[in-house]
């Protein structure tokens, strides 16, 4: 089966670091993605992991480790625009590369 | 074009009637993708095309549902006899292969009343 997970909510103060986790159990495994989308706007992608290990852009970074089926997305430095839900999505592989979404994780950043 | 462009962006529909969404996505792009997202759910997989291969319908969730693409450009989903169940946000991306990431258009809000 496909499952993905992540928090719910999350509250941030601006200014500081937070990590939103997600883990998963897919039947293929052709990268993790992460998306941005802010209430009523379309996905932006923010960053992309295929091997085990640490991605850094900029204020965003994002882990993997495959044997544990877990990856996080850490954002630093908050800013007020950083409010919006955070999408941890699964590729898969073997004929069709379809990505798999969870269901988002809403993170509010306050003043 | 820049970006993944949908047509329309809105749609008010009677239930019932069917309804045709359309998807430009960006040129060169092999790969495109149908997503359903009703309101503060996450992004629920409909269909994907991949070049000339056979699309992975897996995602549809009834007869109801059908898309094609013609080659490598514009999608059409279209959905028959629409309930209020399917009121949502149709999340259309394309992706340079299957090796890339996905770009989203900004979707078609469709409300069946």
């Known amino acids: 089966g496909q499952n993905i997970d992540q928090p719910t909510e999350m509250t941030a103060t601006e200014g500081a670091i937070v990590q939103i986790n997600c883990t998963y159990q897919?039947?293929?495994?052709?990268?993790l993605f992460w998306y941005q989308q802010h209430a009523g706007e379309a996905p932006t992608f923010l960053s992309y992991?295929?091997?085990?290990g640490l991605e850094e852009k900029g204020r965003f970074s994002s882990f993997l480790s495959r044997s544990k089926g877990y990856s996080y997305l850490l954002l630093k430095e908050l800013q007020m625009k950083d409010s919006a839900s955070y999408l941890c999505?699964?590729?898969?592989?073997?004929?069709?590369?379809?990505?798999?979404f969870g269901t988002g994780t809403r993170l509010k950043v306050l003043a | 074009g820049a970006g993944v462009s949908q047509s329309p962006s809105n749609k008010v529909t009677e239930k019932g009637k069917d309804v045709e969404l359309r998807c430009d996505p960006i040129s060169g792009h092999t790969a495109l993708y149908w997503y359903r997202q009703r309101l503060g759910q996450g992004l629920e997989f409909l269909i994907y095309?991949?070049?000339?291969?056979?699309?992975?319908k897996s995602g549809l969730p009834s007869d109801r549902f059908s898309a094609e693409r013609t080659g490598e450009s514009v999608s059409t989903l279209t959905i028959q006899r629409t309930q209020q169940e399917d009121s949502a946000v149709y999340l259309c991306?394309?992706?340079?292969?299957?090796?890339?990431?996905?770009?989203f258009g900004q979707g078609t809000r469709l409300t069946v009343v």
């Open positions: 897919t039947s293929g495994f052709n990268g």
């Open positions: 992991n295929v091997l085990d």
């Open positions: 991306a394309s992706s340079l292969d299957y090796d890339s990431e996905a770009f």
């Open positions: 095309f991949q070049g000339n291969s056979a699309p992975d």
């Open positions: 999505a699964v590729r898969g592989n073997s004929g069709t590369y379809k990505y798999i």
